[in-house]
């Protein structure tokens, strides 16, 4: 489902109670505990201001993340998509796996600072990973654009075709001061009136000069030669009977400059693309760990102000089996609704005081923590 259940209720002293939680919900889910180490809080006041900062640090790294994944799945080659599920990892593990077997990660977001202080170091770490990746994304789609946009030229009609692939040398008089040839894109049903009349088209057109050198579909590319001071009144007279004169003058220089571009581009754009997938994968499973860090600290900041202190509740993650959401939701109710008679009426949000939660409200603590983005991006 990629749905992942974050709860929180106070501690009590009967070891029983996550067993309790177990047996009640395994019909309807699988749980696990979601350790949470014990954090500096500061003042409650403070605690306060700083819920509504991880939940704006919350979207954000959300929205950071979903782009980089979205990329990477968007951009891999066609014979690399099927090693999706494997970039999509998270301190090398699977995002369920990481979710229902969180550690803290002492090393990244040292529990000796403040709570404020790590909601800076994962603002910090996002704020690089947005940068980097506006950067990255901007020069590869820039380097496919330009490779499209060429090899756009060599394909589609021949009105608008790059020509250099298709003609060849000797189908033209070159280095004369006097005489040109000119390519025209005939239509199929008017083959035999270009070829009955393309000299009458304009004085000093050369006859027997024409020459057809492919077809595709419903037209064909033809050559004739011509006085160079007859071919604005030859472009006019073939415009009115549908016969386009190509703007092409043969230049073997400017044919292999093309070339070589192509060829370039394409190299420049395999010489990128694993870096690129690379540093995406890296930086995929880097905001994927950012984030269910804040949700941590959102879970911890929530239980402080719904539960007070000392800062002891037990924290657990549940994944609902399929279809089985508002049973579990229910299920939860009937064991925690004690903790808030409000809450299992549904009250709106701005009737609880100094709560700052965002969609409904329950009489335990509760984020989620949902990982469809990797499914839509895959049917993408």
């Keep these: 489902m990629g749905m992942y259940w974050l709860i929180s209720v106070p501690k009590e002293e009967s070891q029983q ?194 020459k057809k050198i492919v077809e595709d579909g419903e037209q064909a590319l033809y050559t004739v030669t011509m006085f160079r001071k007859t071919l604005d009144a030859f472009k006019n007279n073939a415009r009115e009977r549908k016969f386009v004169v190509r703007d092409f003058t043969y230049s073997k220089e400017k044919i292999e400059q093309s070339k070589k571009e192509v060829t370039n581009l394409q190299k420049a754009k395999v010489k990128a693309y694993v870096p690129l997938i690379r540093w995406l994968k890296g930086n995929f499973s880097e905001a994927f760990v950012n984030w269910v860090h804040v949700k941590a600290l959102r879970l911890f900041t929530e239980s402080v102000l719904r539960y007070g202190l000392p800062a002891t509740f037990m924290t657990a993650v549940l994944e609902p089996n399929k279809k089985s959401e508002k049973k579990l939701r229910e299920k939860l109710y009937s064991m925690y609704g004690n903790l808030d008679k409000s809450a299992v009426e549904g009250p709106e949000m701005g009737d609880i005081p100094g709560v700052y939660m965002t969609g409904d409200y329950h009489p335990y603590v509760y984020f989620d923590i949902n990982t469809s983005f990797v499914e839509s991006a895959r049917e993408f």
């Design 17 to 210: 109670q996550w067993v309790r939680l177990q047996d009640n919900t395994r019909p309807l889910s699988s749980s696990a505990k979601f350790n949470l180490p014990n954090l500096k809080v500061g003042t409650l006041d403070a605690l306060m201001s700083l819920s509504d900062d991880l939940a704006k640090l919350d979207q954000y790294t959300d929205m950071i993340m979903t782009k980089v994944y979205n990329y990477m799945a968007n951009s891999l080659e066609e014979n690399d998509v099927q090693k999706l599920p494997e970039y999509t990892k998270a301190n090398n593990k699977d995002l369920k796996t990481y979710c229902s077997t969180f550690v803290w990660d002492v090393a990244k977001f040292p529990t000796k600072l403040s709570i404020k202080e790590i909601h800076d170091i994962i603002a910090k770490n996002m704020t690089k990973i947005e940068k980097d990746f506006k950067t990255k994304s901007t020069t590869y789609n820039n380097l496919k654009t330009n490779l499209a946009q060429h090899e756009k030229k060599e394909s589609g009609s021949l009105v608008t075709r790059n020509l250099g692939p298709i003609v060849k040398e000797e189908d033209f008089v070159v280095s004369s001061e006097y005489l040109i040839t000119v390519v025209v894109v005939v239509p199929k049903m008017s083959y035999k009136e270009w070829e009955g009349s393309y000299w009458k088209l304009a004085d000093f057109v050369v006859p027997g000069s024409s």
